[in-house]
């Protein structure tokens, strides 16, 4: 079975500073991956998706970035912290159908980041 | 613009008190609609995936339900185990212009469930 982890789960970082958050899935190969960050009383929103190594779309601009440096690491990144960053960073991974079928997407257990 | 809203934003009931939550969507062609369950700090839990208009799944104490315009999450006989944030989320066909990728989520739903 699939299994998808995240660290660290819990960060608190001050404004300005860098950020590594990882993901990892195991128990498929070349999953579709994807960052979303959930803010207090706001949807989930995408950030970026993944169908393949060094192959990264960004769905809303930001001071963020991503990378997929292995086929199942999935990797969120800033060099400058924002205020705004704040919230709860979740990793969801799908089998990458494209078909005409839909595509369920399985998340991790989440990073929550605060920015003082 | 794809839209979801779910209603009502929090319920309370009682052990064993059935009802409903309701997400009502705007979506081009709609691919599927997809229910998850949140426990607070943790990652959402895919339950169900709909795909057509009159179509109906179950699990447990859950079943969804979906019309052309909203999806219903019914919970018969619910436990406080059932207490969580429930999500809903669209996906748009490619016909419309929709992506393999993106899902459209509603703020969900807080259901607290008393013994």
């Known amino acids: 079975s699939q299994t998808i982890h995240q660290w660290p789960a819990t960060l608190v970082q001050p404004v300005g500073s860098p950020l590594s958050l990882e993901c990892t899935v195991e128990?498929?190969?070349?999953?579709?991956l994807y960052w979303y960050r959930q803010a207090a009383g706001r949807g989930l929103q995408l950030l970026f998706y993944?169908?393949?190594?060094?192959?990264i779309s960004s769905e809303v601009p930001q001071n963020l970035s991503a990378s997929r440096p292995q086929d199942r690491q999935f990797i969120l990144s800033s060099k400058k912290l924002l205020l705004s960053d704040s919230g709860f960073y979740l990793c969801?991974?799908?089998?990458?159908?494209?078909?005409?079928?839909?595509?369920?997407?399985?998340f991790g257990p989440g990073t929550r980041l605060t920015v003082l | 613009e794809d839209q979801v809203t779910q209603s009502p934003e929090a319920l309370r009931l009682q052990e064993g008190e059935s009802s409903s939550l309701n997400c009502s969507y705007t979506?081009?062609?709609?691919?599927?609609l997809f229910w998850y369950r949140q426990d607070p700090g943790k990652g959402p839990e895919f339950l169900f995936t709909?795909?057509?208009a009159g179509e109906e799944k179950e699990k447990e104490r859950l079943k969804a339900t979906l019309t052309k315009k909203e999806s219903f999450l019914h919970i018969t006989a619910p436990k406080p185990e059932d207490s969580a944030t429930y999500l809903c989320?669209?996906?748009?066909?490619?016909?419309?212009?929709?992506?393999?990728?993106?899902?459209?989520f509603g703020k969900g739903t807080l259901l607290t469930v008393n013994p």
């Open positions: 969801a991974w799908s089998l990458g159908q494209t078909s005409s079928s839909t595509d369920t997407q399985y």
């Open positions: 128990g498929t190969s070349n999953p579709n």
């Open positions: 993944s169908v393949g190594i060094g192959q």
């Open positions: 979506v081009s062609g709609l691919r599927g």
């Open positions: 709909l795909y057509s």
């Open positions: 989320a669209v996906q748009a066909g490619l016909e419309s212009g929709g992506s393999n990728y993106k899902l459209t």
